[in-house]
Structures are given as C-alpha cells and as structure tokens.
C-alpha cells in the first residue's frame, strides 16, 4: 500500500468523525470556532479577551491544544469558563478524535460557544476538519505581511483572519494594508478584524460579529 493512499484513509477517517461533531454540535445548538496561528501570534489572548468580553452574556467553552504544557488552560481556567487541555506530545494539529474525546469531558449543561485553539502551527492544522463552523486564523503584525501568500492553505480555508497586535504597527516593518491584500488575493471572501490583546483596541467588533454568528 503507497504512502498516499494511507494517508488519504486518514484524511476520510477524520473527516467522517468531525462530520458526525458537526452534527452534534449543530444539535446542541453550539457554534464552533477553530482557532488557527503560528505559535505566539495571540490565540490564547485572544480568548481571554474574547471570553472577559462575552462570559456574562453567553456560555463559553475552550478545548485547547498544546504540544507540550497546559499554561494555556490554565490561563483560560482562571477565568471561570470550563476548559480541557490536550496534549498532543509533539503532533502538529489536532484531529477530530481528540475533540470528540475532549468534548466528552466538558462538564456544562449549555454552550453557546465552543472556542478551539489549535496547536501553534500555520501548516499541519490546515487540513484537518474539526467539525467546526469557522476556521478562524490569527496573524500578527510582527510575523510579516508575505504569511498569506507562504501559507496559502491556511488562509484558503479560513472565513476568518484576526490581525493580532495592532499596538506593535509602529515598531515593525509589516503592512497592514500588504496583509489585507495579500490575504484576499488568497481568499476573497476572508472576513477581516484588526485588534489589539494588549489594548483591546477591535475586541468589540469581533465579538459583535460572533453574537451574530451565535444567534443565527
Ligand atoms: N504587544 C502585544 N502583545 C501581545 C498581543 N497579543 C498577545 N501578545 C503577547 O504575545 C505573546 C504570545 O501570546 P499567546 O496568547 O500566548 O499566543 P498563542 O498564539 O496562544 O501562543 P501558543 O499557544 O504558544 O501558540 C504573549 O506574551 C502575549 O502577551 C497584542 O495584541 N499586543
Ligand atoms: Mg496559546
């Protein structure tokens, strides 16, 4: 058997588990959200941010996947919203078995919101369903405007791309404008925010968006 048909198995084994999630996030009536950068970009920020926003409003949920530690679910954790850690001991991306199994094991009668934050990596995730609504994918000012053209299949496959770290615009040499075009030359149809973690500065904006998705 070649190399190319046993991943293809893999691909289809995925995807038919994220397929039977979708459905049963669908049936809960939770909107899933799967959270994709280089590491650092911002994602765990980004759901603190997100979460000190809107956990007064709505139900939040985060699985959260690392390579190695759970600092992240730890900083999640910390404000109140339930939240699993998976430790992937050294692979890239997460698969839809990992979000079944982890899903198992949040304990909430109602979530109106899953937050998935993939492991760091602009790559590996890209290609795994997660039996997500949106791929959302984080870049930040300081990691260059030509990401989008480099790692086009990121940016292809999300509806989404968060510009993190707009407070550092006058300190780096990257675009914003050159991401913005770069990225919908990939992606026409990418929905675009500008925030800053640091100083909430665009953090109103996105969550408004996912009130929106959320009620739909
Ligand atoms: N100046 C500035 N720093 C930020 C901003 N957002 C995040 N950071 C910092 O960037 C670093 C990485 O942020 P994280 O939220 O841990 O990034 P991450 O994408 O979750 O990282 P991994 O989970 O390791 O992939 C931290 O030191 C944050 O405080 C921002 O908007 N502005
Ligand atoms: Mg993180």
Known sequence: MSVMIVERKVLEKNDQIASELRKKFQTKGIFVINLLSSPGSGKTSLIERTAEQLKDKINISVIVGDVQTDNDAKRIGSLNIPVVQIITNGACHLDAQLIKDAFDKIEQEKIDLLIIENVGN?????GYDLGEDKKVVLLSTTEGDDKPL???AMFRNSSVLIIN??????YVDASVKEIENNATSINSSIKIFKVSCKTSEGIEDWCNWLLIQIKK
Not at 122 to 126: D, K, N, Q
Not at 165 to 170: A, V
């Open 122 to 126: 602009l790559v590996c995730p890209a």
């Open 150 to 152: 480099k790692y086009p």
């Open 165 to 170: 770290k707009t407070d550092l615009i006058p």
